[in-house]
């Protein structure tokens, strides 16, 4: 079926999904004060302005780039499920937008900051949960997101030797028997 033939709707989804994989690609190749939305927008075939119309903002775009949970294709088997997770370390391994740390490092300490962090990871808890089967998926949905969150928070605020040290495909590997564990049928 043609491209023009889907409903508007679905068009509409894998635009969005273009623009987004080729902003997690460029976010991780060159970082997020070097990516721009003009170059974005052209690695996703699209025009710029429509980069802005999706995601308002550069700002916006990052942040939809890197959440912890991607939102699960619908049908995605457990092992794609953890390796759409494990995609997302190169983006949390790299350069994060100092806006983006500054929530990180206030979210433990300010009430608005803390706020704002959980219904995000809320959000993305939900979203990982209804891809996990089993009674006890939203606790195995929320494992998942703080073994993410504290990765990333591991390597980008405490600047754990051995996470700085570690390249996000070492990191992948060994998180990988875990993530499967987590969200697999037989955790159920």
Same mark, same amino acid.
């Given at each position: 079926?043609?491209?023009?033939?889907?409903?508007?709707?679905?068009?509409?989804?894998?635009?969005?999904?273009?623009?987004?994989?080729?902003?997690?690609?460029?976010?991780?190749?060159?970082?997020?004060?070097?990516?721009?939305?003009?170059?974005?927008?052209?690695?996703?075939?699209?025009?710029?302005?429509?980069?802005?119309?999706?995601?308002?903002?550069?700002?916006?775009?990052?942040?939809?780039?890197?959440?912890?949970?991607?939102?699960?294709?619908?049908?995605?088997?457990?092992?794609?499920?953890?390796?759409?997770?494990?995609?997302? !370390?190169?983006?949390?391994?790299? &350069?994060?937008?100092?806006?983006? @740390?500054?929530?990180?490092?206030?979210? =433990? #300490?300010? /009430? $608005?900051?803390?706020?704002?962090?959980?219904?995000?990871?809320?959000?993305?808890?939900?979203?990982?949960?209804?891809?996990?089967?089993?009674?006890?998926?939203?606790?195995?949905?929320?494992?998942?997101?703080?073994?993410?969150?504290?990765?990333?928070?591991?390597?980008?605020?405490?600047?754990?030797?051995? !996470?700085?040290?570690?390249?996000? &495909?070492?990191?992948?590997?060994? @998180?990988?028997?875990?993530?499967?564990? =987590? #969200?697999? /049928? $037989?955790?159920?």
């Amino acid at each position: 079926m043609g491209e023009r033939l889907l409903p508007r709707a679905e068009r509409r989804r894998r635009t969005e999904g273009r623009i987004l994989d080729a902003a997690r690609a460029l976010f991780a190749e060159v970082g997020y004060e070097r990516a721009t939305v003009r170059a974005i927008a052209r690695a996703a075939g699209v025009d710029p302005a429509l980069v802005m119309q999706y995601f308002g903002n550069k700002q916006a775009l990052f942040q939809e780039a890197v959440r912890m949970t991607p939102v699960p294709e619908p049908g995605l088997g457990a092992e794609e499920l953890v390796e759409t997770l494990l995609g997302t !370390l190169n983006l949390k391994m790299g &350069e994060l937008p100092q806006s983006t @740390l500054a929530m990180m490092r206030s979210m =433990l #300490t300010h /009430p $608005e900051a803390a706020t704002s962090a959980k219904e995000t990871l809320d959000g993305q808890i939900n979203r990982l949960a209804e891809a996990i089967s089993g009674e006890d998926a939203r606790l195995r949905a929320a494992l998942v997101t703080m073994i993410m969150v504290g990765v990333t928070v591991g390597r980008q605020l405490l600047e754990l030797d051995e !996470l700085r040290g570690a390249s996000p &495909e070492d990191i992948a590997r060994l @998180l990988r028997p875990s993530l499967r564990a =987590l #969200t697999g /049928p $037989e955790a159920s």
